[in-house]
């Protein structure tokens, strides 16, 4: 399956999806290209590293505004014969656009145990909330925010002397296993969507 990623910056996820693909983990993923809003994106420069076409359409200033520039990219995708979008630290909603582009084949990952602190600053709000399981979560894109179908989920413990910063690491160890096992069964199309439920045809 030819899928494209969609980066806003450093591209950690991006970069384990990248070297499992190297180590033969993602057999039936073909990573046509990497786009990102950002020019300056790091993901970028690992995405060339690793031999994947890139483009940066950046989203400020975009003429016609946030509708424009979703169809934009949804464009370019369909310009290198993707299939199916992961977005890896994607940090835009996605729009109309997209969604009717790649119905049901746009995937996201998110630092929380959704349906819990969707949106910005997820680790504060597990945080704030006073949670004891934090974690991450794979989840197909739909029309709301971090409100898809679920695909994959990793927990880990919230510590009593965790700040922010250290829960976002830890959970960032697990969003790279997760977003590895998500995108091989997107690719290996065996998910299959049945009222919200995401089954495993396999």
Do not use: W
């Not at 690793?50 to 359409?57: E, N, P, Y």
């Not at 790649?102 to 704030?128: M, T």
């Not at 009593?160 to 997107?186: M, T």
């Amino acid at each position: 399956m030819k899928l494209g990623v969609l980066i806003s910056g450093r591209g950690s996820n991006l970069e384990a999806l990248l070297k499992a693909h190297a180590a033969g983990k993602l057999p039936a993923a073909d990573f046509a290209i990497v786009v990102a809003n950002d020019p300056q994106a790091r993901g970028l420069d690992i995405a060339r590293a690793h031999g994947i076409k890139t483009a940066a359409i950046a989203h400020r200033g975009f003429p016609g505004g946030r509708q424009a520039h979703d169809a934009a990219v949804a464009r370019t995708l369909k310009e290198h014969g993707v299939e199916a979008v992961v977005l890896a630290g994607y940090m835009r909603i996605i729009g109309r656009a997209m969604l009717e582009a790649f119905p049901h084949r746009i995937v996201n990952i998110h630092p929380s145990l959704l349906p819990s602190f969707p949106g910005l600053h997820a680790q504060e709000q597990a945080l704030a909330g006073g949670v004891r399981v934090s974690g991450c979560t794979v989840h197909f894109v739909d029309e709301g925010v971090d409100s898809g179908p679920i695909i994959v989920q990793k927990t880990v413990p919230v510590l009593d002397d965790d700040d922010a910063e250290s829960l976002s690491a830890r959970i960032l160890v697990q969003e790279h296993l997760a977003i590895v096992e998500a995108v091989d069964l997107l690719s290996r199309g065996v998910l299959r969507i049945e009222n919200r439920r995401v089954r495993r045809m396999e």
